[in-house]
Structures are given as structure tokens and as C-alpha cells.
């Protein structure tokens, strides 16, 4: 089963983000940048643009096009917007260039106005469930969505986190009922329970930790991708 690794950046502040994505320049085609407002995450703290004091200025500059993102030409773009109402941002993500946008179950009643913008200029919508989520809450979505985005933590927001175990069942059962649907797991994964995940029926794995944390980050996200499948181990 092929596997794409997306490292997960949550950004103290732009400076922080342009560090981070120096690191894994030329190593991978896509970054997931995490947007935490404190709000919808209320255990996680603040990540730029709503961190920084000077970061709202900064992210507006950006959506207007006045900046672009650190190292705009050498990533495809995935926003994590774990923030409440986030279609109040839209306009400035659309502008700043994601291709790919994560929007949380519960986070907003627009969810479709909210597609149907980011369809307009061809951003992809992934919607993310919690682990407290019901799977079948996003079958109303399931046409007009590109991918599922499964939280492998029970609290949002925050790398490092140990794995639930209820994420390996709750992917199996999203496989079965979306068979043709993208899934990614963001939270919690690791390189000793990347095989499990992806024979469970991910196609995506989304972490920070695993990659920024590792002493040598090229060799870690190689090593992502000599992973074999273990879902016997799962399922025997």
C-alpha cells in the first residue's frame, strides 16, 4: 500500500514556521500547517498567526498578497484550521496560496458554503473527526469532500501526544464505509505504529513529532517509507 508522509508544523510564529519548513526543504512535496486558535482547542495552546502579536498582521499581509509564505515554491500548502468559525479565514487561505484545506467537525455550521468556496478555486476540503466523533455525522458530506482526516489523540492541538488506541478501528471502519475516500491520520503517529495505521486502511499519516523531533529527519522520513504493512496484527 503506497503512503504519503505529511509533516505537521504548529508555528509559535512565522519565523518558527520558516525554521521548520528549512528543514524538510527538498525532502517532502507537502506540509500541513496547523492553525490553533485556543478556542476550538482549548487545551492546546495558540499557534501564529493568533499566537504572535504581530501575527494576524502578518497572515493578512500574506492573504493580500503583499507576502507570500516562507518558501511558498517549494511546498504544497495543507491548513489545519483547529479554529471556531473558520470560515472567517477562508478568504485569506484561499489567497495565500493552500491547495489543501482540514476543516473540523464541529467547527463550523457552513461546512458547505465552506466547500463550495474552496471548490471555486480548486482547494481541496478535508474534513477532520475527533475520536468522541460519530463516523456516520459525515456521510452528509461525503460527496462534496476530498479526504478524511482521523485525530489520533484525544486532545487536539498538541505533538507529542501518546497514540489512542481507538484511532486503529476507527480507521477500519471509515475505510469501510468510504471506500473511496482519502483517509490521513494526524496525532499520535510514529514510526513503530505507521504499519498498523496503514493496514487499517490509511493513505496519508500526518505528524510533527516523528519528523521534527528525530535527530536526523531525513533518515526519519525515509524510514516512513520502508514501513510494510502489518494489518495482520490488527485484524488476526
Known sequence: MSLELIPAIIPESLDDLSRKLSLVEGLVPVVQIDMVDGIFAPHARKSWPFADVNGMGEFRRIGAEEDGLPFWD???????????EPERMLEDIIAAGFGRV??????????RDIVERLRAFDVETVIALSLEDDPADIEIYADDIDAIQCMGISRIGAQGQQTDERIYERVSTLRAMYPD?????????????????????????????AVFGADDIGKAIADFY??????EELFS
Do not use: K, P, Y
Request: net charge negative; no cysteine; proline share 0%.
Open 74 to 84: 517549494s511546498f504544497f500548502f495543507e491548513a489545519d484550521l483547529m479554529v471556531r
Open 102 to 111: 482540514v476543516v473540523h467537525l464541529g467547527s463550523t455550521e457552513q461546512f
Open 181 to 209: 475516500r482519502i483517509i490521513s491520520v494526524d496525532g499520535g503517529v510514529t514510526l513503530a505504529n505507521a504499519s498498523l495505521l496503514i493496514g487499517a486502511g490509511a493513505d496519508r499519516l500526518v505528524s510533527g513529532s
Open 226 to 231: 520502508t514501513i510494510e504493512d502489518r494489518s
